[in-house]
């Protein structure tokens, strides 16, 4: 990769990250005066539901609270992660922001969390901490302080070791670059 791509790559990524922790600073109230003023933004105006509207916008909260809480029960998510899952089951966009804010107000989405469980779980399946340093930071957009916090913790040596019963080559060469491709660097 050209050093300018890399440069380009890193800027977006540290651009998506200062946007998420902009973000993660706003506090959002969830009420019925809310709810109705986020749809009628989203739609500007549209009488669809004009006499039940608070009433089935409340419900519509609750269905797609349980629905994301149910994916956050089972295991961590990233931002990224719960948004798509939450779009392939269709979610109304004038929703989901204020979804996703709410869960991480009340501590049920944490970026902290999901970048250790993540890391973890690479780790024990034998990657090294390039490629999930790359998978967290680029297709989960977690920023690089979360990252770090989580790699203190995790023993790349025994995921070295792990993935070194996976490869089995006795050539030398394939074999570091079973490892290269894994995550580790040529210095390990």
Known sequence: MSSDKRQMIEKMIAESQSKREEHSKKRVVIDDESLLMH???FH???PEREIEAEKDLMEEWRY?????MNFLVRREHSDVELRQKLRQRSVPEWLLDLLITWL?????LSLERFAYSYAKNRADLGYGPIRVRYELSAEHQIPNRFINEA??????????KVAARKIRHTDPF???????RRGFSSAD
């Not at 797609?64 to 994301?68: G, K």
């Not at 394939?174 to 290269?180: D, G, I, Q």
């Open 104 to 108: 991480e107000d009340q501590g049920y």
């Open 39 to 41: 749809y009628q933004n």
């Open 64 to 68: 797609w609270r349980e629905r994301a």
């Open 174 to 180: 394939k074999y570091r670059a079973a490892l290269y």
């Open 44 to 46: 500007q105006g549209s």
């Open 151 to 160: 790699f203190r913790e995790i023993d790349w040596e025994k995921a070295e």
